[in-house]
């Protein structure tokens, strides 16, 4: 007769001999697991009230849940923590439905020049136990999980910035076939549906111009349907705003599109508890290498949310012109002062120092510890000029 073996503590001799002991004993254990999460399966390491790491090979997702729930149900305290990945936040979510605690952390290198799965998870292991019985807060840079509505949100704007890419991209190619071609009067967005009606009939005049139609044709078309779910995600992104986004109010010459982006980057502006945390979040803070008595600051670190800076930086040259009045501008007099003339390379420095500075300025705008009065900015609810709007939308 055949049995079958429901305890999941069965696939891991180590910790079941130990929870053996410690129910004899009458105890309860500390464990703190290291996940190096892949598709189906994760690596595990171990580290049992204060001991030495103990790798425990790799298990699937549903294998580590079920010992989780065990061993939560045994009285055990349990921890896992796991590099948040393209896999989403549900394996996380699943630990702490068992009543585990389990947090995903920013990918970082961990092992150096040398990087396997059982190193990563041990270096994750050492990490949260340090993180919670020493109460290191360096050690861990723990990634909050937003929920599936702002995660959804998000998504919209990374899908449009990628379509976008598309577009340029298949455009370009475009251009380059008629210039090769022999055909040099193409304009900016030739794939444009009026454009396109011009353009179509002076290729047809061209040599050979029926074949480099036929070969346009097909980008045109290509092209155009990227445009449209373009904007059905620029419209998604409006109607999704959260109730209390919407409420505050936005900078004239920031942007509709500019400011949905922002937002669904961000998620929750109240994840920020100072505006050091904030200026951290974008990657626009300089990096730096001091000893001693010497001190050395170079260019930004790019540790933040890329997506990001590229909106702040996009935003701060409109509001260069449509907000001239905010206080970032008057801090750099001698680049946006009228009439100013400064290098290229010194006006970039200065709108990458005002970029971060907007986003504090978002965070403490939404969080309503300022208004736009106090800033320098003028609403967005005055008249606009067709111009702005153009703008804007570009």
Sequence with gaps: KYTLHTDPLRAFPVIAKLVAAAKRERRRLTLHFGLDVELGAAALCLIIDGGQPRDCGKHTHRTIVALARALVAAGHRVFFCEEACGFGPYLVRQLCATGANAVQV?????????????????????????????????????????????????????????????????????????HDFGFYEVPEGWWGKRKWLKLRDKILAHNGGEWLLDMLTHLQVTIQSLNARILDLEQALA???????????????????????ITAETGDWGRFRNRGQASSFTGLCSSERSSALKRRQGGIDRLGNHRLRKQLVEAVWRLRTWNPGWRGFKKFPHVFAPGARIGPAARKKAVVACARMLYVDLWRLNTGQTTLENLGLAPASQPETAAETHHAAA
């Design 106 to 178: 920013a990918p970082e290198n961990l092992g150096g020049r040398r990087k396997t799965d059982k190193i990563d998870a041990r270096q994750l292991a050492q990490q949260l136990y340090d993180f919670c019985t020493h109460h290191n807060r360096q050690r861990l840079r723990i990634v909050r999980d937003l929920g599936d509505e702002r995660r959804r949100r998000r998504a919209l704007g990374r899908q449009r910035a990628q379509l976008q890419k598309s577009r340029q991209m298949l455009a370009g190619n475009g251009r380059g076939l008629m």
């Design 239 to 261: 109607a999704t705003e959260p109730s209390e986004s919407a409420a505050v109010p936005r900078p004239k010459g920031l942007g509709e599109t500019s400011h949905h982006l």
